[in-house]
């Protein structure tokens, strides 16, 4: 019924709203994901939809996994509600994610490994993870995750028959528009990015390669844009062929707080 799910997102924003430590934001937000967790019929009315409307599933936005589905996002952007579906016998790769986040299972059981990064982030898509634990997470059990590399784990179900569900509650993003997947067996990391962004980050990439005067001009305004993953490609494809008016531009980026600080004084090194 949506009532219950209406009901525990109002509770969240109470929650949000008075809470003071992240700590008491984990257990209270346990607390409620685990009552929501344990009344699946909070999804009747969304699943139904899903499932049967056409017109409804087409104008969803669609999500960065495709095993995903977004049930609410706060208008204020404090938090989002999300249902993931694990398939059986699929591997699903390591991740970090952009916010805090509260994680649960309705369904199945599902398995989730910890990792903690060993290297210093200063050679860009090399990564090297060491894991911290792993544990299983039944119907109504919950576990937390931090954002960025304080929360990197891995999620799979472990039940063969069917798939395994999961809903998971985050908070308000630190870092937004990409998140970053790791591959265990290459030391590498990558970033995936959200809907509406894939386009033009892979549109900066062709403007560095076409290294035309027109094409630089293009970058050259693209190094304003409000948003940090965007103002990096640019940048990145601009050092190709004006790499001093660049290195400039990224100097003044390592010293901004806007999550990718590390980034950007990564790709200076780089260039230097």
């Not at 997947?181 to 959200?194: E, G, I, N, P």
Request: net charge negative; proline share 4%.
């Amino acid at each position: 019924m949506e009532d219950l799910l209406n009901s525990f997102c109002e509770e969240i924003k109470e929650l949000l709203k008075s809470a003071t430590q992240q700590e008491e934001i984990f257990v209270q937000g346990r607390r409620l994901l685990a009552g929501l967790a344990g009344k699946p019929v909070f999804l009747r009315e969304s699943l139904t939809k899903l499932a049967t409307d056409d017109e409804f599933l087409l104008s969803r936005r669609n999500p960065t996994d495709p095993n995903e589905v977004t049930l609410f996002k706060d208008t204020d952007g404090l938090f989002s509600v999300r249902l993931y579906i694990w398939d059986p016998d699929i591997t699903y790769p390591v991740h970090s994610h952009g916010s805090w986040g509260i994680v649960s299972t309705l369904a199945g059981a599902v398995e989730e490994r910890k990792y903690e990064r060993q290297d210093d982030k200063s050679r860009p898509g090399y990564a090297r993870l060491r894991e911290t634990g792993r544990s299983v997470l039944k119907p109504g059990e919950t576990t937390t995750v931090l954002p960025l590399d304080l929360g990197i784990h891995k999620m799979d179900s472990i039940i063969k028959e069917h798939s395994s569900v999961g809903v998971h509650l985050y908070g308000k993003a630190v870092r937004q528009e990409y998140m970053e997947k790791f591959d265990l067996h290459k030391d590498s990391v990558y970033r995936v990015t959200f809907p509406g962004m894939n386009d033009r980050v892979y549109v900066l990439k062709a403007l560095g390669a076409i290294q035309e005067d027109w094409s630089n001009d293009v970058l050259e305004k693209a190094c304003a844009d409000r948003r940090p993953l965007i103002r990096f490609e640019a940048l990145r494809a601009l050092a190709l062929t004006q790499q001093e008016t660049a290195i400039g531009l990224i100097e003044k980026e390592t010293t901004q707080q806007h999550g990718m600080e590390e980034d950007f004084a990564a790709l200076l090194r780089s260039l230097k």
